[in-house]
Every structure is written in structure tokens, then in C-alpha cells.
């Protein structure tokens, strides 16, 4: 099968399309034909091996695994030992620990489930982390509920394009900050009001909200208490940092300084679970969120893509076909 193989940290220069055999699911694993597989700057991360913190679980001197890529969907090829729920045939989508950029990949079957009725292997592929992530904020960190007022800033990104709309689906009044080329797009997906930052510092209006979820640090966290309620909930969920520690060190003063205040800052990391997943699927199938797509990229070009969604600019969502 081919697949991106990364042999050493560095630019995404560093993968290689290469042809290798096909994996076998151990038990309690599914073999998946995969048919799209997105990326984000987590994938990236792993690939550059910065902030050098992340070689603690990835590998000290070079990548543990050499198949790079996380969320995927595509088609049960064959099944493992113990796996009763899935079968060949069955379309799923979830994620796995690595190796989604390649034509097959071994998962975890209670790390998948079943794609939603006429949701395309692009759109399932784009749902899992991003998803989420979002969906772990809002509801288990912020515990958003009707009526409350909650700023997404980062609103067209991945994360964002989930969030604005769980949010709606929550209740929830949803003010959403991005540039002036995603206005309509943030609009579409049912925020009540667009802040677009290149005009307006939300920070500087006197509003207040219940809840603001900051996947961007263009503000400070003291700029952005100031735009929250007395009680309100922070999640600041990025952090650039250093090329040791990344955003440990804003998490770290995010965290710090939540005990001498009533208001939450919350910085925290999505973990993968099923329920979540399913919840997500039902969402997808209600209509209440839509994965939006900024780019695809074929597997050739898996290297560009992760290139792209390094500059921090996406609409959306980044997949890689197959």
C-alpha cells in the first residue's frame, strides 16, 4: 500500500510517499480502507517535533510511528480478534493514534463508528478531533447552557467552524470573531453576531460574555477576562510559545491565575471518546453541524497540505484523499 512515511522530525519536506505492506489488525483492532483523512496543526506538530516537549510521547530523537495523521474515514476492510460491532463493508470514521495518511490503517474499533446517512468520506474525516475538541469545551469545560452569551475567536478554523455551530445547538447566543473574508461564512453557520477583527477589537467594546472560547492568542489573557462576565468561563484553547515548551507556559499563568478569581480560566486537552463521537454523528445527522472544507489535497500532496494548515489561516477544515 503507499502511505506518507516520516523517517526523521523536520518540515513537512521530510515525507515521503513510499510503498509498504499492508498492516494487520491485532485484537480489538479494525483495518480501514481509508478514503479521506484530515490534518491539523496537532499533525504538524508531531511532524516537526516542536515544541520539543512533544518528543516525550512521540519519540526523543525521531517519530516512534512513520505514518503521520490522526482522524480519518473510509471503509472496514477486516476485523480483529474480538471485534463484534464492526464489520467489512461497514463506512466509518474516528481516529486513530497515527497512521491515517496512508491507504490502510489499523484502529482501535472502539475508536470508530458508523459515517451518518449521505455525510460524504470527506466531511466524516474533516469531524473527529476538531469536533471534538469543540464539543468537549463547550459542553464538559464551559458547561454551556440556553441563553448564556459565548465568543468563539478563531471562528472560521477548524475548531471554530464546529464550535460556533454546537454552541447554537446548545442555545446559546454565539458572537463570532474572525477576518472580513470569512464574515459570511461564520454567519452561515448561525453565529448571531460577527465581530471581524481586523475592524473591531472585541476586547475594547464593553461587551461581556458568559463564555469565550480562544483558539487564535491574539489577545492576552488580561484583554480577554476583561471581555468576560464576573463568572465567566476562558478556555484558551492555543498557545504558540516557545520551541521547548509551547503554550505550556500560557497554560500554566492561564492556570494560575483562575485561583484568584471568580471567573474560570480553563485551558485544557481534548481526549478522544466514543460517546463524544457518537454525539457528534447525531449532530451531523440532525443538520445541526456541518463540517466545513477548506482544501483537499490528493495523498501525493499530503507534505502541502500540512504545509498549508501550518500558516494558521484555514477555512475550516484540511483533508487528504484517497
Known amino acids: 500500500m503507499r502511505a506518507a512515511i516520516q523517517r526523521h522530525y523536520g518540515p513537512p519536506s521530510e515525507l515521503e510517499l513510499t510503498e509498504i505492506g ?7 483492532e479494525v483495518l480501514v480502507q481509508v478514503g479521506a483523512a484530515s490534518v491539523h496543526p496537532g499533525d ?13 510521547v512521540f519519540g526523543l530523537h525521531r517519530p516512534r510511528h512513520g505514518i503521520p495523521g490522526r482522524d480519518l474515514a473510509g471503509v472496514v476492510a477486516a476485523v480483529g480478534k474480538d471485534v ?22 489499523c484502529v482501535a474499533a472502539e475508536n ?29 469545560i464551559a458547561n454551556v447552557r440556553p441563553g448564556q452569551s459565548v465568543l468563539v475567536a478563531g471562528a472560521s478554523g477548524g475548531v471554530g467552524t464546529f464550535a460556533v455551530q454546537i454552541a447554537k445547538a446548545f442555545g446559546a447566543e454565539v458572537t463570532a470573531v474572525c477576518s472580513t473574508r470569512n464574515v459570511e461564512l461564520v454567519r452561515s453557520l448561525g453565529a448571531d453576531h460577527v465581530v471581524d477583527y481586523t475592524a473591531t477589537d472585541f476586547t475594547g467594546t464593553g461587551k461581556r460574555y458568559d463564555v469565550i ?12 477576562r476583561g471581555a468576560l462576565t464576573p463568572t465567566g468561563v476562558l478556555i484558551p484553547n492555543s498557545g504558540r510559545g516557545g520551541r521547548w515548551f509551547g503554550p505550556l507556559g500560557r497554560i500554566v499563568k492561564a492556570r494560575v491565575l483562575s485561583t484568584f478569581t471568580r471567573q474560570q480560566l480553563r485551558p485544557f486537552t481534548s481526549i478522544g471518546k466514543r460517546q463524544d463521537l457518537l454525539a457528534l454523528a447525531d449532530l451531523l445527522a440532525t443538520g445541526q453541524v456541518r463540517p466545513v472544507i ?12 500540512l ?8 477555512r475550516g477544515k484540511v483533508v487528504v484523499t484517497l
Open 112 to 140: 470508530l463508528v458508523t459515517v451518518p446517512a449521505d455525510l460524504s468520506v470527506v466531511d466524516a474525516a474533516a469531524v473527529p478531533t476538531s469536533g471534538m475538541t469543540a464539543l468537549q469545551a463547550l459542553r464538559d
Open 213 to 224: 472560547l480562544d483558539s487564535v492568542e491574539a489577545q492576552p489573557l488580561a484583554a480577554l
Open 22 to 28: 499492508l498492516p494487520i489488525p491485532g485484537r480489538g
Open 294 to 305: 477548506d482544501r483537499t489535497y490528493p495523498l501525493d500532496e499530503a507534505a502541502h497540505a
Open 307 to 314: 504545509r498549508y494548515v501550518a500558516a494558521g489561516h484555514t
Open 84 to 105: 463484534t460491532a464492526l464489520g467489512p463493508g461497514d463506512e466509518v470514521f474516528g481516529w486513530s493514534t497515527t497512521g491515517a495518511l496512508a491507504e490502510y490503517a
Open 44 to 56: 504538524h506538530f508531531v511532524l516537526t517535533g516542536e515544541p520539543y516537549v512533544v518528543r516525550l
